[in-house]
């Protein structure tokens, strides 16, 4: 990067500001490297069923559907994406530091209905304060977002390690404490104000119109089936491995390895989307994104090919949400970048991951075997192609 001034930056560099950003997402994703590997492997050692383990995470991904419209609407209006996001921090991370104390099932639901509220009110806000700063310069995007894959990769390897020699008890408070690092990091970003040039308050236009659009419609769709797909893999792949005797070290490193895998996609992706263009990734992403379920449920015992799936982590999610930015970018121009962030991470990671957790929790505990909630990923998938084939014919 050369020493311009970023937009919202000040007086910081493009270079520091850009160590910022990154800093934040992986701190951010940090969070998720304990939540997603681990999470249910403390909720199963507390004593909690596959349907309660699953009831949590619907929770926690329902609350994307409206937490981030609400987020979106106050920082469209206000232009106070980091004062939200900052808010947001401090709410979240009050309420999980509960889960230091004893919690029951109804107390477990209750916290996690309130922290990932707040939670999910940050990252679609952050994302649009991300894409404002960096301007013209949003082909670096990836390059900055990179960085929450590396927190992913760093706390899922150094928590299997750990796993193996303390107990888990130590969870909660190693992910309190990520929160509320990322909260002091949000405290050293500038605020953009744009809305204060305006007397702090902008009239915002009606983002009915566009969503009328047929091309916004059959975007959502895909959205929505991918991360629906999804739902399986965030709630239960830690119990599928352990349940064919991985060890959590082996379960960090599966995590890891996926990750790894979308790091390297993110170096090449800026050259891949000069090449290929956003439909043509979408596409090829999504069926490798079938390829990858289906591989999970008919080979889990086979190390190789579990640990192939896991590369396609970097199409199935990686390339994906990636391709989604450049779609959202284009289909929320300014003025509609708040809503239209907190559009797609609702009907996407809230709407589609909620009903996919909740799916896949009551196939768990079906008669139909563990492997179904992976067949079922691959199924809606598979719907996930069909409308973004129909994106193009649009």
Known sequence: MNNKKFMAGGCDSSGVMAAKLSSFYFCYFAFLGCLLPFWPLFLSERGFDGFQISTVYAVFLSTKIFAPSIAGYISDRYDYHINVIRFSLIAAGTAFSLYLLDFDFTSLVLIA???SFFWNAILSQFE???LTVLAEKSDRYSQIRVWGSVGFIVLSLVLGLVFEWVTMAWLPLIMVSLIFLACFISWRLP????GSMNGGVRKIESIIPVLRQRSVISFLLVCFFIQLSHGAYYSFYSLYLKEYSYTSFWIGVLWSVG??????LFMFFPRMLKRQGEYFLMVCSIALTVVRWVLIAAFPSNVLVVLFSQLLHAFSFGCLHV???V???RFFPSGFSGRGQALYSGVSFGLGGAMGAVASGFLWDSSLGHEAIFYFSAIA?????????RLKVL
């Open 113 to 115: 209905l309130v922290y």
């Open 128 to 130: 649009a304060y991300t």
């Open 191 to 194: 605020e953009t104000n744009l």
């Open 259 to 264: 990750v790894v895998a979308e790091i390297i």
């Open 323 to 325: 391709v989604s930015m």
């Open 327 to 329: 779609y959202v970018q």
């Open 381 to 389: 998938a598979f719907i996930g192609l069909y409308f973004s084939l």
